[in-house]
């Protein structure tokens, strides 16, 4: 069968975890998915007045696909996931400020990239590299290295200046899947410690901009970081897209044989708010239904008045696009994507240019509640 990018990331990924916690479920989801609602992107008017951030283009500037960032308040800090490229530094306005250290083995260099965040009440960068926490200043000059007693997968920091790592249960010390750890990586509390034969995944497990949140792709349950816990905030439900049950004690070897026979949903982005709820999620048709492509939706909640929107993306337009890489949800209310500027197929051979960065573009989520 064909794939295209979006479904062997997705793939790759389903071989590599099932997600398992320690929440034996609700008597009631608190949001179910409809189909039934489900708004193409061009009935809606997300795309209107959004708003445009070229990052600078050079040899030494280059923005691989599929890359993430954080913020800061001058800041975008560029990175991709378990690469041996280093961190870039960009301000508001686009124009490039230099790497957030340099890649190697060396005093104060990292081997690879796991994960970024920015420590706002220091002021300064922080990497996650292999077993190793580096911290970077504002002016990206190297401050201090903290070795972590295992691997970790995926990091946030609250506003404590807490350090929240996924280990997915890597750990036989730590023996949970997240723990919170002081500034010196020692445990202070873990969470999520029901243990699961699979491995996990590299993803982006944490929602950094406006409220820390937590999820795993495989997972119906969604978290948040509150007065120094991780506590549930919501139950989802797929009618018809469930997980099979008992997936996290099977043979790592067979999880992937199963998962093509089901249909499910997976959540790649779950970013949160004072007023909003977002996700970013596929919908995997099993391989009896002779399907080539999930297919691709945000969905939005407005918690202040229980309205929500489900908008199908058409995942012919390519995953270079921006719409298929958002990133975060930010205070105001502004979704933060990474891509090239196109939005239909016919746009994508015109907009993919090997001499340009990929873009910031900023989307209005106020806009999918208006006629």
């Not at 378990?82 to 250290?101: H, I, M, Q, R, T």
Request: include cysteine.
């Amino acid at each position: 069968m064909k794939r295209t990018v979006l479904s062997i990331l997705l793939t790759i990924s389903l071989f590599l975890i099932f997600a398992c916690t320690e929440n034996k479920g609700k008597l009631s989801p608190d949001y179910i998915f409809e189909l039934s609602e489900v708004l193409p992107l061009s009935q809606t008017k997300l795309l209107e007045d959004k708003h445009i951030i070229n990052l600078e283009f050079s040899d030494s500037t280059l923005v691989r696909a599929a890359s993430s960032f954080i913020m800061s308040d001058k800041n975008f800090y560029v990175y991709l996931n378990s690469s041996s490229y280093p961190v870039l530094a960009f301000d508001k306005s686009g124009d490039f400020c230099g790497n957030v250290g340099n890649i190697g083995n060396g005093p104060g260099e990292y081997a690879a990239v796991y994960d970024v965040d920015f420590n706002k009440t220091n002021n300064c960068v922080v990497v996650l590299s292999n077993a190793a926490i580096l911290k970077y200043s504002a002016e990206n000059e190297f401050i201090s290295k903290e070795d972590l007693p295992c691997s970790v997968f995926s990091f946030a920091l609250d506003d404590k200046d807490g350090y929240w790592l996924y280990t997915g249960n890597s750990s036989q010390d730590w023996d949970c899947k997240v723990v919170k750890a002081n500034g010196k990586m020692l445990k202070e509390k873990g969470f999520l410690c029901q243990k699961t034969n699979l491995l996990p995944m590299v993803e982006s497990n944490w929602g950094k901009e406006s409220w820390l949140t937590f999820h795993e792709a495989l997972s119906h349950d969604l978290y948040r970081v509150e007065g120094g816990e991780l506590v549930q905030s919501y139950q989802i439900s797929f009618p018809g897209y469930e997980f099979p049950s008992g997936l996290s004690q099977e043979d790592p070897m067979k999880v992937l044989d199963i998962l093509h026979q089901t249909n499910y949903a997976a959540i790649k982005n779950y970013s949160e708010n004072e007023k909003y709820i977002f996700l970013y999620l596929y919908l995997t048709a099993s391989a009896t239904e002779q399907l080539n492509l999930p297919r691709v939706f945000y969905w939005v909640v407005n918690k202040q008045n229980g309205e929500d929107r489900i908008v199908e993306l058409d995942v012919n337009i390519g995953s270079d696009s921006y719409l298929f890489n958002p990133q975060l949800l930010s205070k105001d209310n502004k979704l933060y994507c990474l891509g090239y500027l196109f939005e239909d197929v016919g746009d994508k051979e015109q907009f993919v240019d090997d001499d340009k960065n990929p873009s910031v573009v900023v989307l209005d989520i106020d806009k999918l509640f208006q006629n």
